[in-house]
């Protein structure tokens, strides 16, 4: 659906997104994560069209993005980490204003937006101004314009930010009914919401995409299998007949201290054991004295793949939403463009008196 090809971005000298590549496939609900400043904003951005490239090519369903941005826009709905809102409108008068801009027809948008002002459920506050809305809800009118018109991807950047516990679980409901039928990427730097949501994981790292997998793939390539500890009161022989009972295990480790057997088994990620372990040995009357599962979480995962790292940037630059600027300050633009080769002579002569050499054009310094 979505082919991204040795894309780059850079902002002068800082190089936002560094020659990544990945595909998105149909059916899937894609997490894009990665901490403050890893470029995933940047990345969307780049995807939707709203950004140009410094180099490299984004396809989407076929279409160039950049040759043909009609025909790949058309393909892709958008919820930026700020929602687009006119707040001087009602939900229902924005649905409608992005139906028109979308080219829907009228006696077709009217029943297509009460059929997503259900599906959001802002059914209750549709009439409402929009500036008078709770950020919750804003949230669901920035949703339901990014599925306005039925686009095969839905595209959300940080879609849960700012969002109390009750409203972040109902917007990762939605976001679940949405994956059912739709191709979904959702970005975040929360490891549980792309843990809880996704399917399938991209993770970017200063700019860079350190993997794309399932989240079960991941999971065995960088942190391994879950460990379960287990203490029975046996010796090894009888515990390992009865480990053979419970089935095909991980890397099984067995050591006896003090009458008591301590085993450690390498646990299957997508099985959990515990209970035929339990009932196993529960048949040959052989007690259990504890037993443990240490499971690596996606915090690990991430750690692991990225080695630690979180994205750097010079202090000239300042970022916001991975959008980030250059912009001299306004004394030195003063500088540059009021002094003459002269003035700058003369400055080198006052250095002692004035340290940064700078002359303002009205009035004294």
């Not at 076929?62 to 980490?81: C, R």
Request: charge should be negative.
């Amino acid at each position: 659906m979505i082919k991204v090809k040795n894309l780059t971005k850079r902002y002068g000298d800082l190089t936002a997104v560094n020659n990544i590549s990945f595909n998105i496939e149909d059916g899937h609900i894609y997490g894009l994560l990665g901490a403050n400043g890893a470029g995933k904003s940047t990345t969307m951005n780049m995807i939707t069209g709203c950004l140009a490239p410094t180099s490299g090519s984004i396809t989407v369903g076929g279409h160039d993005i950049a040759s043909e941005p009609e025909k790949a826009k058309a393909l892709i709905g958008y919820l930026p980490e700020l929602p687009p809102l006119y707040t001087d409108m009602t939900p229902r008068e924005y649905l409608s204003f992005i139906a028109s801009a979308r080219r829907m027809k009228s006696d077709e948008a009217e029943d297509h937006i009460e059929e997503i002002i259900k599906k959001t459920k802002i059914s209750g506050v549709a009439d409402k101004l929009i500036k008078d809305l709770s950020k919750g809800y804003r949230q669901r009118v920035g949703i339901a314009q990014a599925i306005i018109g039925d686009p095969q991807i839905i595209i959300l950047d940080e879609p849960t930010a700012g969002l109390d516990p009750r409203q972040i679980i109902e917007i990762r409901e939605l976001i679940a009914e949405l994956g059912k039928i739709r191709t979904v990427i959702v970005s975040s730097h929360i490891l549980t919401e792309i843990e809880e949501m996704c399917d399938r994981i991209i993770i970017i790292s200063s700019g860079e995409v350190v993997d794309c997998d399932t989240l079960e793939n991941l999971y065995t390539k960088y942190v391994g299998p879950d460990i379960l500890t287990l203490s029975v009161k046996t010796s090894p022989k009888q515990a390992v007949e009865i480990l053979k009972k419970v089935g095909k295990l991980g890397k099984v480790s067995l050591e006896s201290v003090n009458g008591v057997c301590e085993i450690t088994i390498e646990a299957p990620k997508n099985k959990d054991i515990r209970e035929d372990l339990f009932f196993a040995f529960s048949e040959a009357r052989i007690p259990i004295i504890a037993m443990n599962k240490q499971s690596a979480t996606l915090e690990h995962l991430f750690l692991k793949a990225t080695d630690g790292e979180t994205a750097e940037y010079p202090e000239d630059f300042s970022e916001d939403g991975d959008t980030y600027s250059a912009i001299p300050s306004i004394k030195d633009f003063l500088r540059s463009s009021s002094r003459s080769k002269k003035d700058d002579d003369d400055d080198d002569e006052d250095d002692d008196d004035e340290s940064d050499g700078y002359k303002p054009l009205f009035g004294k310094k």
